[in-house]
């Protein structure tokens, strides 16, 4: 527990204060109150003060909603939700974490769910499991969360849905819509938008990219990364080398294929969120552009714009990424303007 001076729980005060005189759900539907707050926590001293903003809006947001659906499985086994404040349902947003994140990572490194609560948009929250891939347990697991969603909620299938996701959680996402868009007669709900956190869009090249950090064994990191997840891509899929057809299927998109699955996204919204920061990347990682995962997302947000799909965006942060530590990391949920993402959501 962290031991703030008087002088620090004064300044706690103070933000509490503004939060409450300008009134909760406006703060949440105003982006520029927002990204300020945010900017004053974030420069003025400790980890504590990032954490705040998330600690208010629980205090006055709606409860989250644990959800099991299948007791013997920790991790992927159960979703959580949060309903709209008004208990009004516009929309869905389904949110997914990073590759072997749990769902409650969701609610401490993101504040999407709470301002999707004061804008009448319902969250969900899955966790992918310790996995890169949309495969058929990933889809099928998907697709279980989504019936028990309608089940109890059947007007929702009537409604938009967008689903997004950090880093392994965007890729799942990204394949997942596509594969609904593929199939449309086996989607039960309409994805309107789908968004991806720092995401590698292009699971052949991410190979190619572990094999990279293990040669230049520059960031432990990097290669305890690579290690661990080149084992449970190969465990669960093979190598894109020895299964090149597979591995055409499951990726989201596939720099050196013409036309890869990223076609069924035509007539959906887009959106890929990328901490630009390669000064950064360089001196913490020794990774260039090349060893980025906003390169391929890049190309790939190109080319749906040359077929004519104009909401396609490729959004480079205002802000520098920090993780709930506070850890300056370029890899983390906080490059997304919550508010902002929200108010794209509502118009979709």
């Not at 947001?61 to 949060?82: C, F, H, N, R």
Request: overall charge negative; some cysteine.
């Amino acid at each position: 527990m962290l031991f703030l001076s008087s002088k620090l729980l004064g300044f706690f005060s103070d933000i509490i204060s503004d939060v409450s005189s300008y009134g909760i759900f406006n703060y949440l539907k105003d982006s520029s109150f927002l990204i300020d707050l945010k900017k004053t926590l974030r420069n003025r001293i400790l980890v504590a003060f990032i954490l705040l903003p998330i600690a208010v809006i629980q205090a006055y947001g709606q409860e989250k909603i644990k959800v099991t659906l299948d007791p013997s499985d920790a991790l992927t086994g159960y979703y959580y939700k949060v309903l709209p404040t008004s208990n009004e349902i516009d929309r869905v947003l389904f949110l997914m974490p990073g590759f072997s994140q749990p769902a409650e990572s969701i609610f401490t490194e993101s504040m999407l769910p709470y301002v999707a609560s004061a804008n009448d948009v319902l969250t969900v929250a899955l966790a992918g499991g310790h996995t890169i891939f949309a495969n058929e347990p990933v889809v099928k697991n998907i697709n279980l969360v989504i019936d028990d969603v309608l089940k109890e909620h059947p007007i929702l299938a009537e409604k938009p849905w967008v689903m997004g996701g950090f880093s392994a959680g965007g890729t799942i996402a990204l394949r997942f819509v596509e594969h609904c868009k593929q199939f449309p007669l086996k989607s039960k709900v309409n994805f309107a938008g789908v968004f991806t956190v720092d995401s590698p869009v292009d699971i052949v090249d991410l190979w190619k990219y572990f094999e990279r950090e293990l040669e230049k064994n520059a960031s432990e990191a990097g290669v305890n990364e690579a290690k661990y997840v080149m084992a449970k891509m190969e465990e669960q899929e093979g190598t894109p080398f020895a299964k090149p057809q597979r591995y055409a299927e499951l990726t989201p998109f596939n720099l050196n294929m013409e036309k890869g699955n990223e076609q069924f996204l035509k007539d959906t919204a887009v959106r890929v969120y990328h901490d630009v920061d390669i000064a950064w990347q360089l001196q913490n990682r020794r990774r260039s552009v090349f060893d980025s995962n906003y390169l391929n997302a890049s190309e790939m947000i190109n080319r749906l714009l040359l077929v004519g799909n104009d909401r396609a965006e490729f959004i480079q942060s205002k802000q520098k990424g920090y993780r709930s530590n506070g850890m300056r990391h370029t890899h983390a949920w906080s490059i997304v303007d919550e508010v902002e993402c929200i108010q794209w959501l509502k118009n979709l």
